[in-house]
């Protein structure tokens, strides 16, 4: 192993199947159910995969607003990650990352030997374009990452500030790649119509979350025609299984069946919200911000305390314990689940209220 990577851990996972898992922002249930396997019957799995990855970006360029012939598809955004910093940075390189964001960003830039520079939100963790500006001037990134909305924050950036940030970053050569795992819940994104009008912008799009397929492993990376071009010379030719792709195609060809299981989640989104909302009020301290994705991010002090306490009643909430962030993120789960949620929020609440 490479001296300057032995200080990296693995992203562990644990698989646990018996578990109310709100975790991971992953959708609370599949849409296996609704695929058509007699035609799988034919997969030809002896071959390499090639035309079923065809009509899978044929499927999803419809299904999200982008032209096919501007979208690659990955093995999860994930790998779009690890593949743009192969492309775009040497070592010594600078990288520009928000604080919090998505922790695959820094990962892949340091993989790489690049230099990687975190400017913090607001303390209401809007952005600070202001600083965002002056460290792109400072720093001359080649790229800069960011998820919007934001992973674990939950908020939308506006489209007039992203457009700031990616015209400051042009002026430097810098890319940015803005990561819309969530856009799903929020909306159409802003910049579906409006590719092709930028040098540097790369955006990323998975079918893992809103789309309720994180299994089949199923990323978009989209980009002007210079870019995809450039990063197709590096791309592994068969990284998208057959399998995958065609499931993945045959569901995204089903906008009413999508647009229903949207609407869903909303509904259990918009329930999660009023459990937290009233958890929230009954605890001395705790924040809870808005947010138009799956899932919600509450600060409190006991933090880690509530996530144990959770976890003994098998329920899985994310936990972060970094000095600038002592907070839980809950991802929409069932009614079934978010009642179990609810009594055991109100069990820890009254026990909490009781300590202090
Ligand atoms: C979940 C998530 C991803 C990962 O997506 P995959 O397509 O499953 O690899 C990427 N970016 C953000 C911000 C995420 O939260």
């Known amino acids: 192993m490479r001296k300057s990577l032995q200080g990296l851990s693995p992203y562990k996972v644990k698989p646990e199947f018996d578990m109310i898992r709100l975790d991971n922002n992953e959708a609370f249930m599949s849409l296996l159910s609704s695929v058509d396997f007699s035609k799988l019957q034919d997969t030809l799995i002896n071959r390499y995969p090639a035309e079923s990855s065809e009509a899978l970006v044929e499927a999803f360029g419809r299904f999200a607003g982008f032209p096919p012939e501007n979208i690659l598809p990955g ?13 775009a940075l040497e070592p010594g390189d600078q ?7 998505f922790s695959m960003y820094e990962k892949g830039a340091l993989i790489m030997g690049a230099e990687v520079t975190k400017i913090s939100l607001n303390d209401d963790f809007s952005l600070p374009l202001e600083m965002v500006k002056a460290e792109i001037s400072n720093k001359n990134p080649k790229l800069m990452f960011l998820s919007n909305p934001n992973n674990p924050t939950g908020q939308l950036y506006g489209e007039e500030e992203i457009e700031e940030v990616i015209r400051a970053l042009e002026e430097q050569g810098g890319i940015l790649v803005l990561d819309e795992a969530y856009m799903d819940f929020a909306g159409e994104s802003p910049f579906a119509g409006k590719i092709l009008d930028y040098e540097n912008l790369i955006i990323l799009r998975t079918a893992s979350k809103a789309l309720g397929m ?21 791309k592994p030719p068969y990284n998208v299984n057959t399998v995958s792709a065609q499931i ?24 999660l919200e009023e459990i937290v909302e009233e958890f929230v009020g009954r605890v001395d301290g705790a924040v809870l911000y808005p947010s138009s994705t799956n899932f919600y991010l509450i600060k409190l002090e006991g933090a880690k305390d509530l996530t144990d306490f959770l976890y ?4 899985k909430i994310r936990l972060f314990t970094d000095e600038t962030l002592q907070a839980v993120r809950i991802s929409a789960g069932t009614k079934e689940e978010h009642e179990k949620l609810r009594e055991a929020l109100l069990e820890w609440s009254e026990q909490y209220a009781k300590c202090i």
Do not use: H, T
């Open 312 to 315: 003994e009643r098998k329920i």
């Open 214 to 234: 994180a299994a089949l492993r199923l990323g978009f990376l989209i980009a002007n025609d210079r870019i995809i071009e450039g990063i197709s010379c590096i």
């Open 248 to 271: 993945g195609a045959e569901l995204m060809g089903k906008s009413n069946l999508l647009d229903q299981f949207l609407l869903l989640q909303l509904e259990q989104i918009a329930e």
């Open 75 to 87: 093995n999860g955004s994930d790998e779009w990650i690890s593949l743009i910093c192969q492309y």
């Open 95 to 101: 990288v520009l990352v928000l604080d919090p964001d």
